[in-house]
């Protein structure tokens, strides 16, 4: 029982340094927030081209294909 609360502890002193290294930046930093993780906030991302499923699922539902772009004109 005893090594078990000892490991328990170490585990929860580990966690918790990790929680508080983590957000060293957010703490300290005047208006600090955590970095977004979504695609379309990174540079490198979109300058390769690469959006988020979101966009690129409604991209494809708005799509028309050229037998429902004739179908429209002939109306």
């Known amino acids: 029982m005893k090594i078990a609360l000892i490991t328990l502890g170490i585990t929860l002193g580990i ?13 300290f930093k005047k208006n600090g927030r955590f970095p977004t993780g ?12 690469i959006t988020c499923h979101r966009s690129q699922m409604l ?3 708005n799509h028309k294909n ?10």
Request: hydrophobic content about 45%.
């Open 38 to 49: 979504h695609v379309s906030d990174v540079p490198a991302l979109r300058k390769r081209g």
């Open 15 to 27: 966690v918790a340094v990790c929680v508080l290294l983590m957000s060293v930046k957010v703490i």
């Open 66 to 75: 050229l037998k429902d772009i004739l179908k429209e004109e002939n109306r």
């Open 59 to 61: 991209d494809e539902i």
